[in-house]
């Protein structure tokens, strides 16, 4: 039998249960690795995706050479690499002969493959060779809006495996709320043939319409690539079944005396008991009681001086 050792130390407790599994998880990280070989285009793409996932991303600079993700085998280093450092999705480039400027987007479950994408990069555009107004430019940590163009996303299944994976990589955390005002970029897929995919960067600029809601003007900033799909790797339906399942909903728990109003909110009633003032025991230093018999004394007093001059007349 084996032995589990809980962690002493605060701070080491803490760290597992940020990793450990919750029913509303938060947005994925992404890990971003080199082949043994990489070209000058696979270098500045991995550069770019990094730059517009910075703040949940992870790259590293060195080569490696153990990790071929279709390969039986291939995948230890990068399951350890994803352990490590708590990433769900990773970008993988590499550069040969038969498969010129790859790059190899995966996902993982409880830190082992569950799917894998093989892309060809062509027509690659940086940042830097778009001109556009700087204000445009994209803030980091702001939510992106994801557009897929096209018959292929829904018809053909290599083009489905693909929307889903970019739909991860590329959205972030969910959210349930939004600010119009943070909406500042889209990235526009849009499908030219049955494995070929067409990605853009673009800033919002947002115009008065004359309604609630502005007009939205597009402008693109890059980057922007061609994908060219070359392989896939697509998960079992028992893994595919086990990763899908969620945890049954908790009835809420009814509060008392609590209601909910639309314009008031949250409403409470308070209930206080009958306080029995009369019987209260109070204490015999208080002003008024003091007052009280300093009166009746002095009542009193008078009562009997009367008396007194009363018998003496009588006598």
């Not at 409880?110 to 555009?125: A, P, R, S, T």
């Not at 899908?244 to 008991?273: F, H």
């Not at 009542?299 to 009588?314: C, F, P, R, T, Y």
């Amino acid at each position: 039998m084996l032995q589990v050792k809980t962690p002493k130390k605060g701070r080491v407790r803490r760290a597992l249960e940020k990793r450990a599994p919750k029913l509303v998880e938060t947005g994925k990280k992404t890990l971003i690795l080199h082949g043994t070989k990489t070209s000058g285009v696979l270098n500045s793409v991995l550069t770019e995706i990094y730059n517009i996932k910075k703040g949940s991303a992870v790259k590293f600079s060195r080569k490696n050479e153990n990790i071929k993700p279709f390969e039986s085998g291939g995948e230890t280093s990068l399951e350890f690499f994803s352990q490590r450092t708590d990433c769900s999705i990773f970008v993988y480039g590499s550069h040969s002969k038969k498969r010129p400027d790859n790059l190899v987007i995966g996902r993982t479950y409880d830190h082992h493959i569950y799917d894998l994408v093989e892309v060809g990069v062509e027509n690659f555009k940086p940042m830097e060779s778009f001109a556009y107004d700087k204000k445009l430019a994209p803030r980091i940590g702001s939510k992106p809006m994801i557009a897929f163009v096209g018959e292929g996303f829904e018809n053909v299944e290599e083009l489905k495996h693909l929307k889903e994976v970019l739909l991860d990589l590329l959205r972030g955390e969910v959210v349930e709320n939004l600010n119009i005002a943070g909406l500042d970029r889209v990235y526009v897929c849009t499908s030219i043939s049955s494995n070929r995919v067409f990605l853009s960067h673009c800033g919002l600029r947002l115009k008065k319409s004359g309604t609630a809601v502005p007009r939205m003007e597009l402008v693109e900033v890059g980057p922007s690539m061609d994908l060219i799909v070359r392989r896939n790797h697509l998960p079992s339906d028992s893994l595919r079944k086990e990763a899908m399942r969620t945890a049954r909903e908790q009835p809420k728990k009814k509060l008392k005396n609590v209601s909910g109003d639309a314009i008031q909110g949250k409403i409470g009633k308070i209930y206080v008991p009958d306080q029995k003032i009369g019987e209260m025991a109070l204490p015999n230093k208080a002003k008024g009681i003091k007052r009280e018999r300093r009166e009746a004394k002095l009542k009193d007093q008078d009562n009997g001086h009367v008396s007194k001059k009363q018998k003496e007349n009588k006598a």
